[in-house]
């Protein structure tokens, strides 16, 4: 395929030495760009995935000079195969290893009283955190805030406990023989990235920069004295920053090209798909393929049914499978599975270890903070579900759950679609239109509703990019109704797809 003047750019750039960000909206073509830039030269490179099956699918595509690996493969072949002893190792609970480094007793912070077993489990998620930062060392702010203490002062008490429980449980990991906390890949990874790691290489592509963690972007960005880094990525999709990721494109210093030129849907979607671009400030804007004539309007029978949460997939799964479809969750349904589990534990008066809901003694205890803590609006939907169909009807339709390959409607939610796509999408109503606060949530008001949270504009963003045939905008219609939701301005093309260097 003859390229677009786009890709042209962008391999005239590369080829000129530049460092370089390429914004690739969602259908452009950015694993082609790459490879189209890979295949035109002879020096050696690297490309660094997001994760594996991109690292393999990328190997196929790529020339042999460019060897394709995740940063997790690199640091295991670095320092990783080092602590093969203890990778995969037994699974034990948490208040186990935690009563290994020394946690033995509960504390109370405020009105809570926090059990040994919460503390062992927020000890080992500071690790992790921490992981997944470029941070030389564990402080407070890797340690998780819990829901139930968001008083002030809380999160400071209970930083001062944990923080050296966490700095004693990294120590133990750096044994790569045996130790008490379960070694995980990432361990390998952060121990990699602290010995800071020069990679032989003359050029480092970057692929998903905009949901690359802190740990990662450092490993890229100190390449650059020696190679030429080229990242690119879409940073309207940057939409894990609650995990950890960081959209490591927009600060960076190096020429700034775009693709912009869609070959997965058409003109009408390519519009809609504007419409949150906008909305999300972002710095592209995207162009439809004529020849292929996507529709906006209702699906009856869609192929994929997306959601904004993983409580509101379940409600769709249920929904579906009472309607009599075979139903497929993306990504399995342990995570619901597991909450499910945790609402019944609750239920029948057990304390639950699921880190989300660990610090309530009671069901009803959740359904208050659910109800009239602001900190805890969002369970609101999983007391609602639970509430309405009960645990067991739950975790009987985790247990159905067909294959996709097997299934006439695929459930996922937004995150989990993230670079796929289906012919007949709905968008869930779980993407209604938050409550608005300026207002204090009355209905008759002349306030005008809240700005569109950009957050939000890019979640939908990805939502309505997923499909190739028909968009059913289902649960964002509501955007139709709100003042900043009009069809996208005619924009200064140099505003939004030019370049810079």
């Not at 699918?57 to 295991?76: E, G, Q, W």
């Not at 959209?247 to 058409?266: A, C, E, H, K």
Request: with cysteine.
């Amino acid at each position: 395929m003859k390229p677009t003047d786009e890709q042209t750019a962008a391999a005239d750039a590369f080829h000129a030495g530049h460092h370089l960000a390429l914004q690739a909206g969602a259908g452009t073509g950015k694993t082609t760009t790459l490879a189209l830039l890979a295949h035109a030269t002879t020096r050696r490179g690297r490309y660094l995935a997001y994760n594996r099956a991109i690292a393999q699918d990328a190997a196929a595509r790529f020339p042999a000079s460019v060897r394709c690996k995740t940063a997790h493969a690199l640091a295991y072949a670095a320092v990783g195969h080092r602590y093969r002893p203890r990778l995969n190792a037994p699974r034990r609970p948490a208040w186990q290893t935690g009563q290994a480094l020394g946690i033995t007793k509960p504390i109370r912070i405020g009105d809570r009283d926090v059990t040994q077993r919460t503390l062992s489990n927020a000890a080992l998620r500071t690790v992790a955190r921490f992981c997944h930062t470029a941070d030389e060392a564990i402080t407070r702010h890797h340690v998780p805030r819990l829901r139930g203490l968001d008083g002030p002062g809380h999160h400071a008490e209970l930083a001062a406990h944990l923080v050296p429980f966490a700095r004693k449980a990294w120590a133990d990991l750096q044994d790569p023989d045996a130790g008490a906390v379960r070694f995980e890949h990432d361990h390998y990874l952060k121990i990699w990235a602290l010995t800071r790691p020069r990679l032989d290489t003359d050029f480092l592509l970057l692929d998903e920069a905009q949901d690359t963690n802190p740990v990662v972007e450092h490993l890229f960005l100190s390449q650059r004295d020696h190679a030429q880094l080229v990242m690119v990525g879409d940073s309207a999709q940057a939409i894990y920053q609650w995990r950890g990721a960081k959209d490591v494109m927009t600060g960076f210093d190096g020429t700034q090209l775009t693709l912009s030129q869609s070959f997965r849907f058409g003109p009408d979607l390519a519009d809609e798909a504007n419409r949150w671009l906008r909305l999300a400030d972002a710095p592209i804007r995207l162009t439809g393929t004529p020849a292929i004539p996507t529709e906006l309007g209702p699906v009856t029978c869609p192929d994929a049914v997306l959601c904004r949460t993983n409580v509101g997939a379940m409600a769709q799964v249920m929904t579906y499978m009472a309607a009599g479809y075979r139903v497929a969750l993306a990504g399995g349904g342990g995570s619901l599975q597991a909450l499910a589990l945790a609402a019944r534990d609750l239920k029948e008066g057990r304390r639950t270890h699921h880190p989300e809901l660990i610090l309530f003694p009671t069901w009803g205890d959740l359904q208050d903070y659910a109800a009239y803590d602001p900190a805890g609006r969002d369970l609101q939907p999983l007391v609602n579900l639970v509430d309405t169909h009960g645990t067991d009807a739950i975790l009987t339709a985790v247990a159905h759950l067909a294959p996709e390959s097997h299934a006439q409607v695929t459930v996922s939610t937004a995150h989990k679609a993230k670079g796929r796509e289906w012919p007949r999408v709905l968008i869930a109503d779980d993407f209604g239109r938050p409550e608005d606060t300026t207002s204090g949530g009355r209905t008759g008001t002349a306030a005008p509703p809240d700005p569109v949270d950009d957050g939000e504009a890019r979640l939908a963003y990805v939502a309505v990019t997923r499909t190739r045939q028909r968009l059913d905008l289902g649960g964002l219609s509501w955007i139709y109704a709100h003042p900043d939701g009009g069809p996208a301005a005619k924009e200064d093309p140099d505003t939004t797809t030019g370049q810079t260097s």
